[in-house]
């Protein structure tokens, strides 16, 4: 079977045709203020409460089982203070987002999947950063919302080629001989950061982010922002490879240059199993 797509100019003209999904009004707004080191608990609480639907999802995860409320959570500020901003700002801004697609064409597309490995990929992408040299410090908030963004090309691609994304993954399912990006850009002619790339400059999203939506699966990327795509980059890997059956860290491609020393893959890879562990059970919560 022959790519839908031969060139980039008819991948790009495809959208010009049909609609990209538009960030809901108000979410550039709320995105800045998640993004703000220096906003506290009420400041946040005050941002997410334009979004009553995020707001509810938000108190439900704090009084679920997943949190382990001592006494019933009934204010969104309370909330925000029980789980932590990490947490609470990767969950709103992760729902933020998710309402701008629809994957349900897709049966072989599992959101929840989805975002319990965005999730991952944004907890191990901050992990990553204590192993820094110090002339190599990024933003660390930066660093986890751009792990926790780097894939939303697949979701361009599952809502504009439904049929096709369902064939793709359902062959990866059962030959993973190749990556699940190669196997996409097979099918499709393009990858899912191809897709991100053109879905974050119709959404004007900051260079590091678009850096990292275009780029992630690239592990010698030297451009903009180079340190941040390396790091989402190899926190993607450690996932992936977390969920192998076989020993694979060997492979891994990582910058050395960045780290304190060489990495432990082993040490890395039983952290990264128990983060994958709690974010499958908060995204099941969440995403249910």
Known sequence: MSPRFSSKEDFYNHFKHHNVPELPPGTAGLLKTLGDDNADFKEISLGIEHFPSIALRIIALANSAWSSPVQQVTSLETACSRLGLKIIKSVSIALAVSSSFDPTHCPAFKAQFFWARALTVAEVSQMLCELYKAEQAVDVSSVRTCGLLHNLGLLLLVQNFPD?????????????????????????????????????????????????????????????????????????????????????????????????????????????????????????????
């Open 164 to 288: 096709m994304l369902n064939q793709a993954l359902l062959s990866y399912q059962h030959d993973k001989t190749t990556t699940i990006n190669e196997n996409i850009r097979q099918v499709v002619g393009f990858s899912p950061a191809d897709a991100g790339h053109y879905l974050a400059s119709v959404w004007k999203l900051p260079e590091s982010i678009k850096a990292c939506m275009s780029y992630y699966d690239q592990p010698d990327y030297r451009g903009t922002d180079w340190p941040l795509v390396n790091t989402v980059s190899l926190a993607s890997q450690l996932v992936s490879t977390s969920h192998e059956d076989v020993e694979t860290a060997m492979h891994l491609n990582y910058t050395a240059e960045l780290y304190k020393h060489d990495l432990n893959t082993d040490e890395l890879l039983t952290r990264v199993r128990q983060t994958a562990s709690n974010m499958e059970e908060l995204a099941r919560t969440v995403f249910n």
